[in-house]
């Protein structure tokens, strides 16, 4: 059983398209995060979300926006891809008050051309 | 977040042990030391964290100066499988939420056979 999927693995699309990355979490974790790796292997923090609240790293566009239909489930939409927003996207999910540390998906790799 | 200082990069031969060290020397109090590595291509994986004093699991080994201002991660038998970026990260609390983890560069362990 996979703790967190994220699909697609891969996604090649052109500028200005708009995508979205589907994550899920089977460990009943309450609280789910969006990271962006670029070409660097720099690992940033994009958002954090649980029933409570919405935590944005100021330093993500707008164009960026996390939508959860439920607690096991926070996805990834992006609106007028740029170039630059080429890089791998990692979900992670965690429990609140827990001790184990995040669980982290495989990654998506975004390739706009 | 407190900051932390890694070396760049680590060798280890096979069947030996790796000590990674780890610099944290503005740690506050309630800041625990969180480790992750990334093997190639994958999601993050947590490995261990403490607070103050010494843990062990299945993975490792993290050791925490008395002082708290460094730790030490000891993989106790590496193997090429070892072969990752290690992250050192030291956060508040060890819950989740807006205690969000903040990566820095890591160091590279490659594990020579």
């Known amino acids: 059983d996979t703790a967190v999927s994220q699909t697609p693995k891969y996604l090649v699309t052109q500028m200005g398209n708009d995508k979205s990355i589907k994550c899920e979490q089977n460990?009943?974790?309450?609280?789910m995060y969006w990271y962006k790796q670029d070409s660097k292997k720099f690992l940033k923090i994009m958002f954090s979300?649980?029933?409570?609240?919405?935590?944005i790293n100021e330093t993500v566009p707008n164009r960026f926006s996390p939508k959860s239909p439920d607690k096991a489930h926070l996805n990834l939409h992006i609106n007028s891809l740029e170039l630059g927003d080429s890089a791998v996207y990692f979900c992670?999910?965690?429990?609140?008050?827990?001790?184990?540390?995040?669980?982290f998906g495989s990654g998506t790799r975004l390739t706009v051309v | 977040d407190a900051k932390t200082t890694q070396p760049p990069s680590m060798d280890c031969a096979e069947g030996r042990a790796a000590n990674l060290p780890c610099n944290h020397s503005?740690?506050?109090?309630?800041?625990?030391v969180y480790w992750y590595r990334q093997i190639h291509s994958q999601g993050p994986q947590y490995i261990i964290h403490?607070?103050?004093n010494n843990e062990t699991n299945e993975m490792a080994s993290l050791i925490i100066t008395e002082d708290r201002k460094s730790s030490t991660l000891i993989l106790p038998h590496a193997t090429l499988r070892d072969t990752a970026v290690y992250y050192c990260?030291?956060?508040?609390?060890?819950?989740?939420?807006?205690?969000?983890?903040?990566f820095g560069k890591g160091t590279k362990l490659s594990v020579i056979p």
């Open positions: 503005t740690i506050s109090g309630n800041e625990y």
């Open positions: 460990l009943g974790h309450d609280t």
């Open positions: 979300y649980n029933n409570k609240e919405l935590i």
């Open positions: 992670a999910s965690s429990q609140e008050g827990g001790n184990y540390g995040y669980t």
């Open positions: 403490g607070l103050k």
């Open positions: 990260i030291v956060r508040v609390g060890g819950g989740a939420g807006s205690y969000q983890l903040t």
